[in-house]
Antibody
Framework: QIQLVQSGGEVKKPGASVKVSCRASGYTFANYGLAWVRQAPGQGLEWMGWINVYDGNTKYAQSIQGRLTMTTDTSTDTAYMELRSLTSDDTAVYYC??????????????WGQGTLVTVSS | DFQMTQSPSYVSASVGDRVTITCRPSRGLSAWLAWYQQKPGSAPKLLIYGASTLQSGVPSRFSGSGSVTSFTLTISSLQPEDFATYYCQQSNNFPPQFTFGPGTRVDLK
């Protein structure tokens, strides 16, 4: 079955960086894009960015661009999300999600279990 | 800035009730929309895509309708496992940017 398994929770100090991994299984990794979505405590879903696994092309949310890098390793079917210059506002659960296409629209269909990143001094 | 609004933001309902949630994009970006269900401590789960296509394994009491400027998620007969928060989502064309609605929480009356 299709699974996305993320790395464990992280505690970081303000100004630090965090790198979260997302290992895919049960489908052909390079055939689908991946999105990263985060959710601050008690808040809604915020899209962070998308990566075309096949060619590495990325699209980042404007609010976070400049601090975010998404990459993939097709030899291990793993995606990575690195966020730099962390502040307390970055405390959230971070999700990776496989992106499906339908008639020119795109939507996440399978999600990882989430990774809690806590930024605290 | 493109945004999605959902109404209501909160629903208090009983088992067996019919529940309707509306999602409106700030402009007519697409004819297509996805709906997600999220329970506390869990990742979102895809319910509907393409505005009205039920994801495999999702019970038929969930249905979606609408196009371009207004979309609706309907739960025909609310079950105990349906108490959760529901989000709508759209994307633009390629490369995709995703926008989620603010969510509608469905609670037990």
């Amino acid at each position: 079955q299709i699974q996305l398994v993320q790395s464990g929770g992280e505690v970081k100090k303000p100004g630090a960086s965090v790198k979260v991994s997302c290992r895919a299984s049960g489908y052909t990794f390079a055939n689908y894009g991946l999105a990263w979505v985060r959710q601050a405590p008690g808040q809604g879903l915020e899209w962070m960015g998308w990566i075309n696994v096949y060619d590495g092309n990325t699209k980042y949310a404007q609010s976070i661009q400049g601090r975010l890098t998404m990459t993939t390793d097709t030899s291990t079917d793993t995606a990575y999300m690195e966020l730099r210059s962390l502040t307390s506002d970055d405390t959230a659960v971070y999700y990776c999600a496989r992106v499906q296409a339908y008639s020119g629209s795109f939507f996440p269909d399978y999600w990882g279990q989430g990774t809690l990143v806590t930024v605290s001094s | 800035d493109f945004q999605m609004t959902q109404s209501p933001s909160y629903v208090s309902a009983s088992v067996g009730d019919r529940v309707t949630i509306t999602c409106r994009p700030s402009r007519g970006l697409s004819a297509w929309l996805a709906w997600y269900q999220q329970k506390p401590g869990s990742a979102p789960k895809l319910l509907i895509y393409g505005a009205s296509t039920l994801q495999s394994g999702v019970p038929s009491r969930f249905s979606g309708s609408g196009s371009v400027t207004s979309f609706t998620l309907t739960i025909s007969s609310l079950q105990p496992e349906d108490f959760a928060t529901y989000y709508c989502q759209q994307s633009n064309n390629f490369p995709p940017q995703f926008t989620f609605g603010p969510g509608t929480r469905v609670d037990l009356k």
